[in-house]
């Protein structure tokens, strides 16, 4: 599956309260050219959420995204919502009155994914799903019966039964406990091997960053910029021998020094 | 100790309940049983049951004066109750999902739910007449002017990341307040229309005290005019056990319906 996103020279500004504005991307240039695992990592309030948010093409009102420069699609400029990218929050938004089954299948009840998917298929990959984030005995359930990690996995599987080209995900896990939280990380590599698409994960923790990205992309606070950009070759999934070698407390140091330097007030994470 | 988030035993609501029940009737008893107030202000208890009795079955024209006026009022109720539905909850929905609309209709509709509506009657019976027009447009702007604010606030009150998520998979602006906004505000509207229902009860004898024909408002109206007191009661207690089984039965349909929305 080929996918390519481009974001050139963003500049994005807000208007301060006081008047004036608000610089808080400056020239950010990121080119995403195939089914990768992009970890986006910067201190809070660095504006990856608004960079995220760019690439789904969702506008926030009354101001102008990106201030300029251009983000496009597989060549094409994105102006507005777009039909390949799907998003997971930290909030994962599950209807208390729809079963598991159907807080997944739910996609396909709007006309866009209706047309798209044929019945039998839409069955077939939601049984699939079911079966792959480890829900299937739980389909009949509703969301307030299932634990904070399953629900997280209904959200994800709600995502990835739309088999989106792009992934885009706002520190899905963070609301996690650390050993649900280790489980979505296998889950999500273990469903990205078998479906490969361009994720861009957004998170504070670097310990997940090194687990997951095929490319490490960090970002300086106000205003954001790249500040470094790197591949980790390493098979996934990793090893906690590969997660305590030299060379990759190499780059947890590499990152972290980044994101002290840029002096951001965020916090970072380093799961132990 | 006290504290008001301990549930009460189900045994000792009932009891607690019956007791206040149990002293009222008591009281009612004594008033009138010892003759400190006269038969033509409070009649007894027992003269009011009498009344039930008779009301129950007429002799001598072969027929349930009561059952009958029971129908034409639940009647009524009934097709008021499904304009209300069919016509208040879509409004109320399209107030709530749209500001604009919201602020089109909402001057026009709020200010009457503490309007006397009772004083538009007099308008009503001049604009339709004295015949069931009149009624069913009475009990449908009573309870109407309540429903659709409630229905409105309860779209509002749906969380909005349900709104987003949809849109961000994909729906449409319609879809979305279809498949989400509604779905999820379903069980204020529900007890939206218990309201509406309610107060149609409330509203029910005076739509039926113009051009008193049939139902329990002309029943009262009637016994009224006879002076017979312990009838009035009676037809009082008829309308407050309807409202009662209608109120009980919408609420265990909206209970077992919605059972998610309990947690």
Known sequence: MTVSIHLDDIVQEYPRPGGGLNRVIDELTLHIDAPEIVMLLGPSGCGKSTLLRMMGGMRPYGVQTPTSGSVSIDGEPCLGPHD???????????????????????????????????????????????????????????????????????????????????????????????????????????????????VVFVTHDVTEALLLADRVVVLSAGPAKVVDDFLIPEARPRSHAWQRSTATLALEERILGHLHASGGPGQVRVTV | MWNPYVPLGASQRRTLSLVGVVSVLISWSLLSGLGLVGPAKLPAPWDVGGALVRLSWDVGRGESPLLIATLWSTSRVLVAGMLVIVIGVPAGVAMGASPKIDAIFSPLIDPFRSAPIVAVLPILVMWLGIGELMKITFLFLGAVVYLVPMVRDAVRSVPHTYFTSARDLGATELEAVRLSLLPMAMPRIADAITVAVSVMWTYITVAEYINAERGLGQLIQNARRFSAMDQVFAGIFVIIALALITYSAMVALRRRVFHWETT
Not at chain 1, 88 to 95: E, I, T
């Open chain 1, 84 to 198: 390949d990218t799907v998003m997971v929050f930290q909030q994962y938004a599950n209807r208390p009155d729809l079963t598991v089954r159907s807080n997944i299948s739910f996609p396909f009840r709007l006309g866009l994914w209706r047309r798209r998917v044929p019945v039998a298929e839409q069955r077939r990959r939601v049984d699939r799903i079911l079966e792959a984030v480890g829900l299937a005995d739980k389909a009949e359930l509703r969301p307030w019966q299932l634990s904070g990690g399953q629900n997280q996995r209904v959200a994800l599987a709600r995502a990835l039964v739309l088999k989106p080209r792009i992934l885009l995900m706002d520190e899905p896990f963070g609301a996690l406990d650390a050993q649900t939280r280790e489980e979505m990380q296998a889950l999500l590599v273990e469903l990205f091997q078998e479906n490969p698409c361009a």
